[in-house]
């Protein structure tokens, strides 16, 4: 299938590594040029260098905070000022800390609410008009499957990933009669750093062995492991692509048949 995505112009925020950086390296695969960012510039840097080297196309990195509205405009203005437009944007940012209810803190609510929630708003906000201009743009959010069913002990995930899903349907019938796909695409287990560290840190917790940790959480999935990074990237590359031009206000869930909930 032609995704018809070469010479497109695309933003991935926070993609030093993990999803973020999987869904910019699928997206220069398929020859789009690209904006990523993370907080540190030697991060983005290294990355963008790895996706240049392999691929080929044009890769900028800008050091910059997701949980600020001038760190998700400045790589927006950037791919503009550099590339003459902006076609494609993932919104992505690092997951916002554990605890239930009542053990989070209002500090961390409003930190969570900036980072995870409102980066999405302003990275929409500064692609839309140029993406309706041009008649055709595609809008991502990395969430998790937290928006099918909540997560015990991650409030703030639950939270502020279901304030995207609430927002997209919003959107969508706004934007996408001026040609803009707005999607969610939410991640069950992907294998990244950030889970091995995760797994890491409940083995310490509960006194098992990581490998007792990986071992259940992978028996926990149908498809009987983790997911890699490149299968998660693959459905955004689609999105992304001429080939989802139809598909708008859709949360497609990319789990290995872990989740139980029927929507
Ligand atoms: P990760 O920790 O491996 O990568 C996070 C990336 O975000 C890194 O590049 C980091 O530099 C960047 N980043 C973090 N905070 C930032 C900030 N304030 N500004 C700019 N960049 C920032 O995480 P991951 O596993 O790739 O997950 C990405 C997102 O998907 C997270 O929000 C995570 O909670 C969510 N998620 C992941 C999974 C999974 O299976 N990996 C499952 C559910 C949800």
Redesign the pocket.
Known sequence: MDFGLKGKRAVV?????????ACALGLAREGCDLVI????QD?IDEAAEKIRAETGVRVIGVA????RED?VNAPVQRCIEEFGGVDIAVH?????PAGGFENVNTEQWYKAFD??LMSFVWLSQAVLGPMKAAGWGRIIA?????IKQPIPNLVL?NAMRTGILGTVRTMIKEVTPAGVTVNVV??????????D?LDHAAAKRSGKAVEEVKAESQASIPAGR??T?EEFANVVVFLASEAASYVSGATIQIDGGKLDALQ
Do not use: F
């Open positions: 925020l926070a993609a030093s590594r993990g999803l973020g950086y960012t993370s907080r540190s991060h910059a905070d997701v949980s760190g992505n940012a690092g997951g916002p980072q995870n990395i969430t998790s499957s937290s995930s939410a991640p069950g287990r992907i294998a990244t750093e950030r889970i560290e983790l997911g990074p």
